[in-house]
């Protein structure tokens, strides 16, 4: 992408940054997670890193992680990853909280294990945004796109923003497991219904690229 910022880059890998954006706090960054998919060692890795951790920001003073978006946009955010963790960004997606959830209900929803503490957390909290869709239980069940955000915006329940990043990596892991096996023609399908819902620098081209040469390279390992 002629947009990204310098830093490590190696052929066959593509690493997109995927932002979880809370536009009621200036667009702060709230999920960061980098997806690295390596062609390879056909694979798929999900790093979340820290929206706290404290940052070098050129041209600025330091801070933490999330602030660089709202202050800069995606320029200075490839510029963060580079100076700070010497990666070079090939791409991002960001989203904020409200489209996630409709992102969530078009794709159908999505399957994810509740521990009865998480149930009964989102029951009895204001994170699940629709009152009507408090009404969890402990196990496996298919959570809409209000329930899945509220899930993995879980902030005070065990060990804080370690357990958060989690929960975000096991949504995306969710999401992954759902459409795995479909083939490109259902991917394109799914890429032009999601595509208005989020913020991009790829455009359909790249991502059809990247897809198929994922799909060709017969990706299915996904690390977290």
């Known amino acids: 992408n002629e947009n990204a910022g310098k830093g490590r880059h190696e052929d066959g890998v593509y690493n997109i940054l995927l932002l979880g954006l809370d536009k009621d706090s ?8 980098i997806v690295t998919i390596n062609q390879n060692k056909k694979s798929i890795k999900l790093t979340s890193v820290m929206r706290d951790i404290l ?59 509740l ?33 899945a955000v509220g899930y993995s915006r879980i902030r005070y329940l065990g060990n804080d923003d370690y357990e958060r990043t989690e929960r975000q990596r096991k949504l995306l892991n969710a999401i992954y497991e759902k459409f795995r096996n479909s083939n490109l023609t259902k991917l394109i399908s799914l890429m032009e219904t999601v595509l208005p819902l989020v913020t991009t ?24």
């Open 55 to 113: 940052v070098q920001i050129p041209g600025s003073s330091n801070n933490k992680l999330n602030t660089p978006y709202g202050k800069g946009g995606i320029q200075l955010v490839y510029d963060v990853f580079a100076t700070n963790f010497d990666i070079k960004l090939d791409g991002y997606v960001a989203v904020n909280f409200s489209s996630l959830t409709k992102v969530i209900d078009k794709l159908g929803g999505v399957s994810m294990y």
């Open 115 to 147: 521990s009865p503490a998480e149930a009964e957390y989102l029951n009895t909290s204001n994170y699940i945004e629709d009152v009507n869709s408090r009404n969890l239980v402990a196990g496996t069940q298919t959570l809409n796109g209000s329930q």
């Open 201 to 224: 620098d790829l455009d359909s081209g790249e991502i059809v690229k990247m897809a198929t040469e994922t799909l060709n390279a017969g990706l299915s390992d996904l690390d977290q």
């Open 26 to 33: 200036g667009n702060l960054a709230d999920a960061n997670i």
